[in-house]
């Protein structure tokens, strides 16, 4: 064995292991942006359903993404994966599986964000398996694993379309039936915010995603042959920076007051925007993509906010909005050049033409999301009986109500006993 | 110097800086499945532990365990290491000695799960010192330095034994010798639940400490050589994974509810779990083990509960309970191929024989470091007048009683004032 | 390319990613440190002002300090990096970029410490662009980009100096036009502890920055040629570790208890002292150094505290007087041969006259970025009505006042419905 393929497969790990890490951040950045009543839940379900993720992933997700006998829809084969004879050429087979297996677990965390504090842990938990079977894998399949949209030249370096947009069309599905938490809205139209309980939390789990995106995208080029892991790492951070001050401002502008989780949302949506093109632009590029990130968070926050869909934890603007844009900036911005050397063989044209496959990508892969999810959660709300707690359960928080404790015992109990 | 040799070093580095990294899940785990009032006391004596054992791992635990100089029982040279020139054959010896310094490390912080919320801050410093100096040096080299139990074959891939075991007994004859916490059992022998006071440090607590044991195990390859590596790390993944789900069923089937605290001992018992055998087995078996560790550190936690042992943070039935499992199972589940793979040279029979061999190293380990703690103990209670401190102390919490200041200033000091 | 180039540039991306992780431990160190009402202002300030530095290092810090085109006091080239194509002999360019990027952040981070709970948004913002223009690159330039002292052979091998004394040089000037925060110190003379709110963020974030601070001293080796790195990383575990022990026993000797914010001041505080000489001493003096370091900062404080200069975070006490000493101390304890090993060609006398350039390199840095950052902060106070929040404001905290949003909401609006 060679030593380049032994550094590749270094590297391959150290990305999935920054990726696995990005579950910590969710921890914080979910709990954080959500009510004291519902945080053991959300950071519990955060383990919970990495766990899930991983176990269905090494069961069928796997073999139904790259399989070897596959068609152009799903793979069929490699299930029950147990690799270790089987070597990949350029860096072992067993760190690429674990670096996949990462990403599906990000993907299945985005979707969480349309069930926030009002669904059944029973129905989550339901949706995470199936999600982790028959959408994640589907869409990676698609374009990743030599489908239908790869066939057609879809380029999507490190996922903004299949991990993100992915899990925020399925957010958005579970958002609309859901309906909005209670006291999000108003009678006469007007929305509250139900704020998030700790701002600390949430600064260091964008902080924690910010350094899991370094796996993310430059763990993407799966190899380090030309040293080029560290050009895409340099725009993966100037996209983030970008994007939190182009969020802080344009807040600080339009509300007069420089709002933090604006700011933090802009972070983000700067690192997503930036998946897609990461690898093909130059820095200034990523600068100008980050910044219109960071804006464009901020506006689509108010826009679904005035069509009273509830996205407690800004999934849709977030990994949705910033994502497509990620996609579509490909198109805007890749620098020819840049392609070859990023991509190692992999042509990308740029222009018209590929702008109108990143679209086709995004409308196909974003309505298969959408469309399943909402049929699936359509059945398993006749078939559970619904998809959301009491109004009473809701109210008390779904720690006490869904898993028989508070995440915060003392907070609460001491409340109690105030009012006892 | 070849690439493989600087390659096999980098490795080893990134290895010791994720599992130095774990201490911060202590942090997290720690204080969070404890009460308020002792939270600053057992963050700081995370960092102020593991800086002790650096020490002392450094002065005299490197020579105990790995001098050259040695007889069965424990090494005796290489004290106060400074290893610029030395250099080992596949990897700069400074790199493992780092590895190792964070594995002693890492025992040491288990073993406190033993002495939780009422033992005197002098007490635990004098116990650290005693520990990093005879307890954990000893067994490492017995299992790991070429002791007598290397030379009967003794297998204990990343630390089952030799870190998990050893911590886990220590904490036993802590917690018979210091006695449950006040509250803990009633007159009529019931339990109350003394719950951590914040669940998403302990979630986030377990994802760090997930992370910390890609270094824990994937790198106690000590090498990177037929890209093993990689497959130790799923491995890992998938019984972590595995024990987080069953624990969360098992608590959801035996008790009516989907209990955070347990699932995330299932994950953490999966860990521990698969950490003696994470190279020897295939993924099939790495999730069964996961499935049952997690099912197992349930019932040992209702086991040592029943028994009237406190065990606060779980440290009996994580480590120890799961660490038995995990020791026993590679006689169970290795697969004599892959055991050749994983090891590079060093034979793995496996069968009753192995099992046997495994027992025993269970047993003569697991009796050293009881014996020896609580013997040691027995004397620091006699000579320092006690082990706990006074019950008004105790009930005031340590933070103020041992440092002189909250960990949570402003939540005690409001309160103080709304009762007066 | 050359393996060596590619594992020398895999090793630099992982130091940057490790020391831009440390973001992390301030957001939890600095947000600890101080009082609720400002908690969400300070996280989400940590994530800005990183943000910010990342631009202006891409814009023009980059090439101020390293550009080809340069003087003595400044470099004039390079300036918009976009650097895919120019390639380094010893490692990708692009990684050695975010390494350095990263390094600015920090530094601005630190100075920071002098504006705590009581500096406009306005002004820190507007600061943090003018010491990531003006100030820190013009001394990374003076030391680590060719510039005057370097040819005077002033060594400083990972930044205490050209990190942390700018840093917290800068926050000297800032408290002193800022004055101390209201109810610091009485009319009497005499001083109140405003305690920071949450000893477990700031023992996590002490683990986090010791954790980073592995990228920071070992990344700074700048490749794996030797294996010395791992001898680097262990050297500075070390001196973390005897810093933390002493400033323990020092405030427990000295006050009567164990204080914990003292003990995780001396973990820093022997984090910072070490970087200056991490490549040039042995281990025992690696101990020595953290030792004094852990005594030096408890005095420090105090002293700080005496002259009434209002220091939340420690900044001088930690990065100031702490890093002064790992300075000089290089002068101190190197040893001839380390140095050649670990510089690689670059000499390193040591003796006296090394301790003058040494001298000379923080007196004239030092002196630099106070005064500079004294005369900008002098002139923004009268172009920008004050450098401080009104009282009102101040007491209200910078929560409320300059986001509009609490960190904590649901802990304010109880106080405040309990209030009313």
Chains 1, 2, 3 share one sequence.
């Not at 139904?64 to 860096?91: C, K």
């Not at 990676?140 to 694993?145: D, K, L, R, T, V």
């Not at 339009?254 to 632009?281: Q, R």
Request: glycine share 12%; with cysteine.
């Amino acid at each position: 064995m060679n030593d380049l393929y032994l550094l590749n497969s270094v590297w391959i790990v150290l990305g999935a292991i920054l990726v696995i890490f990005m579950q910590g951040g969710f921890i914080l950045l979910e709990a954080g942006s959500t009510r004291m009543k519902n945080a053991g839940h959300i950071a519990g379900k955060v383990i919970f359903t990495f766990s899930m993720a991983s176990i269905v992933f090494w069961a069928v997700g796997y073999g139904f993404i790259f399989g070897e006998q596959a068609n152009l829809f799903v793979g069929l084969s490699d299930f029950f994966y147990s690799g270790y004879e089987i070597e990949g050429s350029n860096y072992a087979t067993t760190a690429f599986f674990l670096f996949q297996l990462a990403f599906a677990g990000i993907s299945l965390t985005i979707a969480f964000g349309g069930f926030a504090e009002r669904a059944k842990l029973s129905v989550y938990i339901i949706f995470s398996i199936l999600f982790s079977v028959a959408i994640y894998p589907v869409i990676a399949h698609w374009i990743w694993g030599g489908g239908w949209l790869a066939e057609h030249g879809k380029q999507d370096f490190a996922g903004s379309t299949v991990v993100h947009l992915t899990g925020a069309m399925a957010a958005l599905a579970a958002t609309l039936l859901l309906k909005p938490r209670i006291g999000k809205y108003n009678r006469d139209g007007s929305s509250n915010n139900l704020a998030g309980h700790n701002q600390v939390y949430t600064a260091l789990g964008v902080l924690i995603l910010w350094i899991g995106w370094f796996g993310f995208n430059a763990g993407s080029t799966l190899g380090v042959d030309d040293g080029f892991f560290g050009y895409v790492a340099l725009n993966t951070n100037l996209a983030a920076a970008a994007g939190a001050i182009s969020a802080l401002f344009i807040s600080w502008i339009v509300l007069g007051k420089a709002d933090v989780p604006t700011m933090l949302n802009g972070a983000l949506a700067g690192l997503v925007a930036i998946t897609a093109s990461c690898a093909f632009v130059e820095t200034w590029a990523s600068v100008v993509i980050g910044l219109i990130a960071g804006i464009l968070v901020f506006y689509s926050v108010r826009f679904f906010d005035r069509l009273k869909i509830d996205d407690p934890i800004y999934a849709l603007s977030v990994h949705g909005a910033a994502g497509i844009w990620g996609t579509l900036s490909t198109g805007f911005f890749a620098t020819p050049e840049l392609a070859t050397v990023g991509q190692a063989g992999i042509f990308y044209g740029g222009g018209f033409t590929q702008l109108g496959v990143q679209a086709l990508g995004i409308i196909t892969s974003g309505l298969y999301a959408f469309a399943v999810v909402f049929v699936l959660l359509l059945v398993m709300k006749f078939a559970m009986g619904g998809l959301r707690v009491t109004e009473d359960e809701e109210i008390a928080g779904l720690d006490i109500s869904e898993h028989g404790s508070y995440g915060y015992p003392e907070v609460f109990v001491s409340k109690d006993s105030e009012t006892a």
